[in-house]
T-cell receptor, first 112, second 115 residues
Framework: LAKTTQPISMDSYEGQEVNITCSHN???????ITWYQQFPSQGPRFIIQ???TKVTNEVASLFIPADRKSSTLSLPRVSLSDTAVYYC?????????????FGTGTRLQVFP | EAQVTQNPRYLITVTGKKLTVTCSQN?????MSWYRQDPGLGLRQIYY???????DKGDVPEGYKVSRKEKRNFPLILESPSPNQTSLYFC??????????????FGPGTRLTVT
């Protein structure tokens, strides 16, 4: 089965750029890479999704190299409210299944 | 308001007593899914459904059942709950915009304790 690997935790200070990398060696050809943010006792919230190269929206950027075996979520100028767990998600399309595999998540702590 | 709702939000029950956690979405999404979240293990998919009457196992389906009789509802059934099913459960839904794309909307979660 496809598996994703992320760092368990990261620390940062307000105003800094944070980059969180996810490894997904077995990603399928048609799969997109999606990142979610989760605060304690809440459901995950969609941040960004991409297939290749670079995607940017109002809150983050997603960098995906040509081989697509990894991806990097970039959060510009983080604030205290960005303290959360960030999950990388890829689909698993094999024999007509549509399982979704979450990584174990990266706990980001932002300090003042 | 577009949302995914789950009920109940909190449930304490005893081993072996059948229970159902309901999930409903009002966004006309085709894809729905159940996850459980345990400390140190992240989110693990239990079951998913691509559309009405189409369901399939995720990574941890043992001890759970689901049904998808209507597009908006996707209940999770525990026929004989055991203490190892104590967990935080999330329901999610997603439009299938295209193959491999899943922008999921999550419910608020159901915290289940089985004693």
């Amino acid at each position: 089965l496809a598996k994703t690997t992320q760092p368990i935790s990261m620390d940062s200070y307000e105003g800094q750029e944070v980059n969180i990398t996810c490894s997904h060696n077995n990603i399928a050809t048609n799969d997109y890479i999606t990142w979610y943010q989760q605060f304690p006792s809440q459901g995950p919230r969609f941040i960004i999704q991409g297939y290749k190269t670079k995607v940017t929206n109002e809150v983050a950027s997603l960098f995906i190299p040509a081989d697509r075996k990894s991806s990097t979520l970039s959060l510009p100028r983080v604030s205290l409210s960005d303290t959360a767990v960030y999950y990388c998600l890829v689909g698993l399309k094999s024999y007509n299944t549509d399982k979704l595999i979450f990584g174990t998540g990266t706990r980001l702590q932002v300090f003042p | 308001e577009a949302q995914v709702t789950q009920n109940p939000r909190y449930l304490i029950t005893v081993t072996g007593k059948k229970l159902t956690v309901t999930c409903s979405q009002n966004m006309n999404h085709e894809y729905m899914s159940w996850y459980r979240q345990d400390p140190g293990l992240g989110l693990r998919q239990i079951y998913y459904s691509m559309n009405v009457e189409v369901t399939d196992k995720g990574d941890v389906p043992e001890g759970y059942k689901v049904s998808r009789k209507e597009k908006r509802n996707f209940p999770l059934i525990l026929e004989s709950p055991s203490p190892n099913q104590t967990s935080l459960y999330f329901c999610a839904s997603s439009p299938t915009k295209g193959q491999g794309t899943y922008e999921q909307y999550f419910g608020p979660g159901t915290r289940l304790t089985v004693t």
